[in-house]
């Protein structure tokens, strides 16, 4: 059985590339970036393609079984995601693991979130067998932030004071590669959350603690959060964010107990805390430091 990865070498995929690794299968990765594919593990096959150039998709799903699917966040990233789709029902495949998001009620309105549901649809319409992975907010979006938390001592992100059951990417991946190589989870679609729901300030405390010095939330300010983010995206993901930003300080996103037990079930066992996450990066921020110093 041999599975194509979507999306294998950015920083999920690469870990649902390991995780089928580890369980032996055949892993075809697909990019559009020669370099890229230079560096794949051991034994994986890579192959050049572009989810925006459909002339590309068939030999890169030719003899593929399983597909791992997860595309950037884009313009057109509704687009890229139903010629995937395309391309799988041409080529036979028999499962699919879709990446999606977390969409509680009101959250359509984000665009990057709005722009994968037509992809959802049609995973779900394409008569092959399949496993909808939503996931929450990104434990590992933090380590783009170790300037601001390291050098200035705030948590930057504006995600506010409802909360928010952050996960643990890691997770994702087991969750992904699961459903790849086991049955029982086809037709199923699973939101995949961390243990815990995390505020702003919750988040500053986390990162005080294990850090042993202030590190203080900035705040729900989205001017100025927008302002700051200028150097670091382009003006539409800025727009996009900000708009997420908004939901997640009026509504929180939080995961249900049903939901957050239907995941454990998936992954295996319990999901990683956040607080070990930050007690792990902690040690390595610090060890940068001190050889820095």
Not at 102 to 128: D, N
Request: charged share 25%; net charge neutral.
């Amino acid at each position: 059985m041999k599975t194509l990865v979507i999306g294998g070498t950015g920083m999920v995929g690469s870990m649902v590339v390991a995780g089928l690794i580890k369980q032996r299968a055949a892993v075809r990765v697909m990019s559009d970036a020669p370099d890229k594919l230079k560096k794949l593990p051991t034994g994986v096959e890579g192959v050049r393609a572009d989810l925006d150039d459909v002339d590309t998709l068939p030999a890169a799903f030719d003899g593929i079984d399983s597909v791992f699917l997860l595309n950037t966040v884009g313009l057109g990233e509704t687009d890229e995601g139903l010629n995937a789709v395309s391309a799988a029902k041409a080529a036979k495949v028999k499962k699919t693991v879709y990446m999606s998001v977390c969409v509680p009620k009101g959250s359509e309105r984000i665009p990057h979130f709005r722009s994968k549901l037509p992809v959802e649809q049609a995973v779900r319409e394409s008569g092959i067998a399949y496993t909808i992975l939503r996931p929450n907010n990104f434990f590992q979006n933090d380590l783009w932030l170790k300037d601001a938390i390291m050098q200035y001592g705030i948590y930057p992100l504006p995600i506010g004071e409802r909360g928010l059951n952050r996960v643990d990417v890691r997770d994702i991946a087991e969750c992904a590669v699961n459903a790849l190589m086991k049955s029982g989870h086809e037709n199923e679609t699973y939101e995949v959350h961390g243990p815990d729901t995390l505020t702003g300030e919750a988040i500053a405390r986390t990162y005080t603690r294990h850090l042993g010095r202030e590190i203080r939330y900035n705040g729900d300010d989205l001017n100025a959060w927008a302002e700051n983010a200028k150097n670091m995206m382009p003006e539409f993901l800025i727009a996009d964010m900000r708009i997420m930003y908004e939901f997640f300080q009026a509504n929180g996103m939080i995961a249900p107990k049903d939901e957050l037990e239907k995941m454990k079930k998936l992954l295996g066992k319990e999901p990683r805390s956040f607080d070990a996450f930050v007690k792990e990066i902690a040690v390595m921020w610090r060890s940068k430091v001190a050889k820095a110093a």
